[in-house]
């Protein structure tokens, strides 16, 4: 699926699932609509027991006291506000009050106002039921293009999704959605104990000490909470690389490594108050602007590293199954180190793909990288006239289509870049507004910036990649309050409905 009809794919998706939301809830306020209707329609019986009971009040009989209390309840819970409800409750008020008369002059009226109900719950009815079905056609014609682009996203993923799946290892139908769940619920604290911790902390709008103290400790005990939850719930949460197939449908990015690297990687570098993303998952973010991103797993970890979604390969028989995966996908990242099969990756990446397909990442600090490097390349790569950036990745690499190796490294952002283009702006306003803290020289933006002016280089380009890496470590925050949202639509959506089948 190409990226114009995968964006026309999403922004129809999008239509869709707000346009069905509308029409669901449409729905049942029609449906409750013409059950207050149909309810009503005993009134006229319902208004003739209370007269009657009020002609008989002053003989006295308990009965008659009864049937009037029973059909001003009856008139609360089941006439519109105003007009016949008011009218009995009145005439109810005067009959306690022993003003029999005047409860019976009050009542007078009671058939015309419960006729001019009668209408008004036809109204509403009727124009409830034409507003839920005005929003149920498009939804249902909407949900005809969004199936089968879902469909043609699938199949285009097809035959990468049934080499991956092999390799997939069986979990439970039940852990994921459990633990997303809890993640769900860490992302909500996450986003509350911001907000709280924040609004604490603003000089702007000065709060008595008895108010800001309890919000402070509240906010940072809903903070450590979503710490704790998110780092037990997210990674046996995390899709495997099947799933992330099947979810973008693009052809992946292959993110080769040593699985010596994966402690490195997996390490959380300080630019938000709370950081919760790993070097990987924002290094991920920034190449999912070309497609989902997976790696091969450590035989036998326990649970996967987040960022590239994982497989597992028989450690005896792997290279067939990396090979084909080469040709599958649409760009291969391969970290160097001091593997050896690392270096037979990097022998049959370049022999058996396009040039431009593969990037190099180089890390720092490893004597003879360069040496190695340039056997296998037919021109000098002269990384080791590259300044080390630091232990993970000091340099990228990549090659244009006569195969001639182009190094650009990595090193911390210029003040005078920081302070321009778009990136910089949003950062700013968020630094304003309280809701981002963070900074542009952590080692994955410095990476993220390497690769997008690498790739460039070779006429690869893609936009969006150093903001998917920045804002990756604000995502927790963007998710928390995504899910505070939808998941009060949600919960007002099933409370309608419970109203609408009694329960509530």
Request: glycine content about 8%; overall charge positive; charged content about 20%.
């Amino acid at each position: 699926m190409s990226s114009g009809l995968r964006a026309v794919a999403r922004l129809i998706t999008a239509i869709t699932v707000v346009t069905t939301y509308i029409a669901l809830h449409l729905a049942v306020t029609a449906f409750l609509d013409l059950r207050a209707r149909d309810h009503f329609s005993d009134a006229p019986a319902r208004a003739a027991a209370f007269v009657a009971a009020l002609d008989h009040y002053a003989d006295g009989p308990m009965s008659a006291r009864a049937q009037i209390l029973r059909s001003d309840a009856w008139f609360k819970q089941n006439a519109p506000s105003g007009g016949s409800r008011s009218t009995v409750s009145s005439a109810a008020g005067y009959a306690e009050e022993g003003r029999v008369s005047l409860a019976r002059e009050h009542a007078a009226g009671l058939t015309a106002e419960i006729e001019k109900d009668r209408a008004g719950l036809d109204r509403e009815a009727g124009s409830s039921t034409a507003a839920a079905l005005y929003w149920a056609v498009p939804a249902g014609v909407l949900l005809v293009p969004t199936l089968r682009l879902r469909q043609r996203r699938r199949s285009g993923a097809a035959e990468i999704v049934d080499v991956v799946s092999r390799f997939v290892p069986q979990q439970p139908w039940w852990r994921r959605p459990v633990f997303l769940v809890g993640s769900w619920v860490g992302y909500g604290l996450f986003a509350t104990g911001t907000f709280t911790v924040t609004m604490a902390q603003q000089r702007g709008h000065e709060l008595p000490l008895e108010a800001q103290v309890p919000l402070l400790l509240g906010g940072l005990g809903a903070l450590g909470a979503s710490v704790l939850i998110l780092r037990c719930c997210r990674p046996r949460s995390a899709r495997s690389a099947a799933q992330a197939l099947l979810a973008d449908g693009r052809q992946p990015v292959l993110y080769l490594r040593s699985f010596a690297d994966d402690d490195t990687a997996a390490r959380v570098d300080d630019g938000a108050p709370v950081n919760l993303h790993s070097r990987e998952e924002q290094l991920a973010a920034a190449l999912s602007a070309f497609g989902p991103v997976i790696a091969v797993g450590r035989p036998g970890e326990p649970l996967p590293h987040l960022g590239a979604a994982r497989f597992y390969l028989p450690q005896d028989d792997w290279q067939p199954v990396v090979l084909r995966l080469m040709e599958l996908s649409q760009l291969i990242v391969l970290a160097l180190g001091l593997g050896e099969g690392l270096w037979w990756e990097v022998e049959q990446a370049r022999a058996t793909q396009p040039a431009r397909k593969l990037v190099l990442l180089a890390p720092g600090g490893l004597p003879g990288m360069a040496e190695r490097l340039d056997e296998h390349l037919p021109t000098p790569s002269r990384l080791n006239e590259v300044t080390a950036g630091g232990s993970w990745i000091s340099a990228v690499i990549t090659f244009d289509p006569a195969g001639t190796p182009r190094v650009h490294p990595v090193g911390r952002v210029p003040r005078a870049a920081q302070r321009r283009g778009t990136l910089a702006r949003l950062v700013a306003r968020g630094k304003e507004a309280g809701l981002v803290s963070m900074t542009l020289s952590t080692p994955a933006h410095q990476v993220a910036r390497a690769l997008k002016a690498a790739l460039a280089s070779v006429g690869v380009h893609r936009r969006a990649m150093v903001l998917r890496a920045s804002f990756a470590m604000q995502a927790a925050l963007g998710k928390g309050v995504a899910l505070v949202v939808t998941g009060g639509l949600l919960l007002w959506l099933v409370y309608r409905a419970l109203q609408a089948l009694g329960l509530w």
